[in-house]
Every structure is written in C-alpha cells, then in structure tokens.
C-alpha cells in the first residue's frame, strides 16, 4: 500500500467534531498515527473509535489549546506514547460573538483570541522541538476566507484569521532551514457543528442556508472531507515545495 502518512505521528486538534474530526479520519487513512485533540471528551473518543474501527491508528488526548500548562503536557504524553511529532493540524476555533465592535466586551474579544490565535501559537511552539530535531515537519493552520476578505459579522474572528495568515508566513520563513514547512488553509462556509449551530441559533436554519449557499459560486456549503483531503496533501511529501502558501478551499467564494 502506498500510504501518504505511513506511521507518522500528526496531531489534530480540535478532532472531536467537523473539519478537525474529518482531517483525523483522512490522516488516518493514510496510515498517519493521530493524537486526537479537543476539549470534547465524548465526541473526540467517537474519532478514535471510528478510526480504529476502520483499521487506522488514534489515541484520544483531552486539550484546551488556549491553556499553555494543559498544551506542554499533553504534547510530552504524546511524544512519549506515540514517538516524535511529525505533523501539526492547528485546527481548533471558535467563531466567538457577532456583534458591531462597539458592543463587544474585552472578554469576548480575548476568548476569540485566545482559542484561535494564542491556541496556534503554543500548539506550535510544543510541536515544533522535535520537529526541529528530525529536520522534518509540516504544520497547517486553518485560517479563513475571513482571514483573506472582510464581512460584516464577526469582528475578532476577522482579527484572529488574519493574525493565523500571517503568522503562517513568518514561522514558514524561520523553520524552512529545519524542512519544516508551515501552511495555511482558508475555506468557505463548510457544514460543520460551527455553522449549522449559528444557523440554529437565528431560528430560521433554512433560510441562512439558502443565503450562505448564494455566497459560493458553487452554489453549495463545502464539506468536511473537502478540507480535510487538502489538509492531508498539505501534511503528506505530495506538497514537499510549499510553504508558507495560503490555501483556498471556497467554492469560488474568494474569486469574485
Ligand atoms: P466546529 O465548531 O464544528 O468544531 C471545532 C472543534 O474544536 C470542536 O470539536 C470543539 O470542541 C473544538 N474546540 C473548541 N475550542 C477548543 C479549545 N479551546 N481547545 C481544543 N479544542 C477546542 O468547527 P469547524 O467548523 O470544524 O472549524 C474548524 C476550524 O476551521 C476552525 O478553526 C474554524 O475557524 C475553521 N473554519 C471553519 C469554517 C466553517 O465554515 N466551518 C470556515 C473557515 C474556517
């Protein structure tokens, strides 16, 4: 078998639900060993089992990736269970509030910063050690169309995706002499627990479904898998020349 991530450690954060439960599943696929990591005990364990039951190789570890103690711990139980690090998948977000910027507190503002942009930061900072070490490693960092154009909800989610384009840039620029390549992935609205819960939350699903359709030129939500066969690319030797390079996965979105 030709397997992309053959016994390569990758870690997923945020695997419980979504994009970051399909990349660990398609990881897997490819023969990658993945620590499954999220705040969500239950659904991150239905991840593993669902790999394992397809054969693949995954452990569960519970991680808040804002909490810097929680995140050198679980990255040294990770290294010693399952070996060196090869791949990072910063996945974990939150979409925080939609409100105008003069109606949002400081502690909203932070609680967005602190999960999207702090979370990439000390995620990396554990990961990339033994990644150094090897001289091998390939991070991915899930950023936004929102990271890549305005709209006009979500203020410091905006804020927190720009921040995770560019720092994408500057650690690609300083790892690159250890073979550490670091990229970035940007996809339109893709039908995850976060979007269909702001759909929820309006009382009128349908309808937001119909408007966030109109937006793609696709005419359609992306789905998970969507995101996760590009992020697999991006972690596996078929990228081995990019780095530093945003990765759009919109529908057409961002072309217009
Ligand atoms: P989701 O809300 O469906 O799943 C996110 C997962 O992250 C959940 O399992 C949740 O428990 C976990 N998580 C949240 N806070 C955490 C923390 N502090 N530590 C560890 N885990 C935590 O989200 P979705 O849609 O799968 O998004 C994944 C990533 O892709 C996010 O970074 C998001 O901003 C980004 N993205 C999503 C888009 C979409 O339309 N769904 C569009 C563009 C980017």
């Not at 990881?27 to 659904?43: F, P, S």
């Not at 009382?203 to 359609?220: D, F, Q, S, V, W």
């Amino acid at each position: 078998m030709n397997e992309k991530l053959s016994g390569r450690v990758v870690v997923v954060t945020g695997a419980a639900m979504g994009i970051g439960k399909a990349t660990a599943i398609a990881a897997a696929k490819e023969g990658a060993i993945v620590a499954v990591c999220d705040i969500n005990e239950r659904e991150g364990q239905k991840t593993v089992e669902e790999i394992r039951k397809a054969g693949g190789k995954a452990e569960f570890y519970k991680l808040d990736v804002s909490d810097e103690s929680q995140v050198r711990d679980v990255f040294e139980r990770i290294e010693r269970n399952l070996g060196d690090i090869y791949g990072l998948v910063n996945n974990a977000g939150i979409a925080g509030v939609s409100k105008p910027t003069h109606q949002i507190t400081l502690d909203e503002w932070n609680k967005v910063m602190s999960v999207n942009v702090n979370g990439v930061f000390l995620c990396t900072k554990y990961a990339v050690p033994s990644m150094i070490r090897n001289k091998k490693g390939s991070i991915v960092n899930l950023s936004s169309i929102y990271g890549l154009v305005g709209a006009q909800d979500v203020p410091p989610y905006h804020a927190s995706k720009g921040a995770v384009r560019l720092m994408t840039k500057t650690d690609a620029l300083f790892y690159a002499k250890y073979n550490i390549r670091v990229n970035s992935v940007h996809p339109g609205f893709i039908d995850t627990p976060m979007v269909s819960g702001f759909a929820e939350s309006t009382g009128n699903k349908e309808a937001i479904y119909e408007a966030l359709k109109k937006l793609h030129p696709m005419g359609r939500l992306g789905r998970p898998e969507e995101v996760a066969s590009v992020i697999v690319f991006l972690l596996s030797d078929d990228s081995s020349f990019m780095t530093g390079s945003e990765v759009v996965v919109d529908g057409g979105y961002t072309a217009q």
